[in-house]
């Protein structure tokens, strides 16, 4: 069965550092997906891709935050100058349209030192 | 304000029992509710995904939406030890975003 793959599964970087977290979503998908699972929380969404721009953001993805499909298969989320407190699971989902469910890959495990 | 609250549990039942798990929503605008599995370390896994009001049977699992009361339920039938993990109720309006609300999540232990 497709999945959505991630990497790394768990990326260590020191506080300031910029982080890139990589995503291939399911082939046939059109739309994707950042969240984000601080340990012990709720999944939080982070922001939603379409046709090649933004669909929607939450308050979490500032300016410090960035999206990128850079070919027809990667999904990549971009950390700028990370901070202590962006230490969570980073989850990346894909699906066909919005009448159908997201897909999530088995994340990546930030830690900021 | 747009909320899913799922009581986090835990909930610890013998192998066979029936399971019952509930999430209430406050937002009317949602369409669509899903319910994942979540192991250890790992992505939500889809487990149901359901539109509207009614019942949705899959194998030993049955998704129940009332809108009326804003109340989703997942029930699990004949539980096994493979059931033990973390379930995640989500929800989406599906109109100006396509953004998951989910639930904290409630973590099943089922004993063999």
């Known amino acids: 069965e497709p999945e959505v793959t991630q990497t790394p599964s768990h990326q260590v970087t020191q506080m300031g550092q910029e982080v890139i977290l990589r995503c291939v979503p399911i082939?046939?998908?059109?739309?994707f997906y950042w969240y984000r699972q601080i340990l012990g929380q709720k999944v939080e969404f982070l922001v939603s891709f379409y046709n090649n721009e933004i669909s929607e953001k939450s308050e979490i993805f500032d300016d410090q935050f960035s999206v990128e499909r850079p070919d027809g298969s990667n999904f990549t989320l971009k950390i700028r100058s990370t901070k202590l407190e962006d230490s969570a699971m980073y989850f990346c989902?894909?699906?066909?349209?919005?009448?159908?469910?997201?897909?999530f890959g088995d994340g990546t495990r930030l830690s900021i030192l | 304000q747009k909320e899913v609250e799922q009581d986090p549990g835990p909930l610890s039942v013998p192998e066979g029992a029936i399971v019952s798990l509930n999430c209430t929503y406050s937002?009317?605008?949602?369409?669509?509710f899903m319910w994942y599995r979540q192991y250890s370390r790992k992505g939500p896994e889809l487990l149901m995904y359901?539109?509207?009001?009614g019942n949705k049977e899959d194998g030993r699992f049955t998704a129940q939406v009332d809108k009326s009361s804003k109340y989703i339920s997942l029930f699990i039938r004949d539980s096994q030890p493979s059931d033990s993990a973390t379930y995640l109720c989500?929800?989406?309006?599906?109109?100006?975003?396509?953004?998951?609300?989910f639930g904290k999540g409630t973590t099943l232990s089922v004993s063999s």
């Open positions: 989500a929800a989406e309006d599906n109109q100006a975003g396509t953004a998951l609300i």
């Open positions: 937002n009317s605008a949602f369409q669509y």
């Open positions: 989902a894909s699906r066909t349209d919005s009448n159908q469910p997201q897909h």
């Open positions: 082939s046939n998908h059109l739309y």
């Open positions: 359901t539109y509207s009001s």
